[in-house]
């Protein structure tokens, strides 16, 4: 059946209706987070032959991840009657933007809101994403999950309970947001306020997983969103710039270097299981042993692809001497960086940062141990959207009103 045939029986369909009470309308089907053969399904489903659907998936996904259309009418390849027909049935989603920031040093933060898609009569969510630009890169920050299970003494996000997981498409959206609103697609514009780098290069090359939520928690959606996100045909996300931090959800750390092919971040922060089990209380299920050992074998680990260990800087709790050392034995013979982060205050936190002086000393003594240690800039404090600093107002939902949500999410 051609497009042409499709609307013509819609159309009759429509002809036949003699009731006086108005057909239920169905909800459009979001194409932002189905992949290529999703997509080529739904075409399937409106009648097209396959032909028409080989051609129809290619420009759908050309337009929706090259060029950034949230509007079928942009799709200027595309026929007349197929737009109709595609606007029709599907949809392309974007998030509100609640309110956008932007830091002294050039970061800036975006607090989205969602709709979720499989449950449009649920109150909407909020989450927060974060771009970092320098002068040889800009990094975008995405959460995939609103809220946090993880309780983690030092961050904020972890004092937002768990409203739920974002959806793929909710997790692609936030890439798609963030290029619009850096002109990062074709014919857009960069800001004015010369805080977003110029030229020919891309305003985001890297992406990591470390905003609002534990990534391997909600594995499927963070997989699927991330391998449309590095396919070559459409963000065209180099795998070696996504990075995946975790806190430590051991079972899924070998399934995401062996199925999406990312770099791995290890939010590690202790050195020893009493001192974890306080500060990232996944330690108490996947205790140091268990998660060193999955970082070992993680597939393709190699001197030109480490592991980068992130150690946030408490003081008086784990930046001593005797930390560094023990720190570097136990990343013994794992290809690794690690990353020092000065602890980044918000209100209501029980730790403060350590010194200075101590943070470098402590650095000093990784170094000498032949691990590359950088100390790793705050950036955006002044707008809360540093490293643990992120946390959303959805928290603001009543009891019953997350019930409802948790309930309806199965």
Partial sequence: MTIGTALDLHAMTHALDISHRPAPQPARQDLIGLDREEIAAKLIDLGLEARDVRMRSKQ???????????????????????????AEHFALSRPEIVTEQVSIDGTRKWLFRFTDPEHPNMPPVDVETVYIPEADRGTLCISSQVGCTLTCTFCHTG????????????????ILMARERLGDFPGGSRPTDGLVPAGGTRAITNVVLMGMGEPLYNYENVKKAMLIASDGDGISLSKRRITLSTSGVVPFIEP???EMGV???ISLHAVNDEL????????KKWPLK??????RTYPGLNNARRITFEYVMLKGINDSDADARELVRLLAKIPAKINLIPFNPWPGSPHECSDWAR??????IVNRAGYASPVRTPRGRDIFAACGQLKSESERLSRKERDALEAAAG
């Fill in 60 to 86: 759908l996904w050309n337009w929706l991840y090259v060029n950034g259309a949230s509007d079928f009418e942009r799709m200027s390849n595309v026929s007349k009657p197929a737009r109709a027909l595609f």
């Fill in 159 to 174: 004092t937002q309970k768990l409203v739920r997981n974002l959806s793929a498409g909710e997790i692609l959206s936030q």
């Fill in 256 to 258: 995401t270097g062996r």
């Fill in 263 to 265: 770099s791995l971040a």
């Fill in 276 to 283: 974890r089990n306080e500060l990232v209380p996944i330690n």
């Fill in 290 to 295: 268990e998660l060193l050992e999955a970082c």
């Fill in 359 to 364: 943070i470098e000393q402590f650095a000093d």
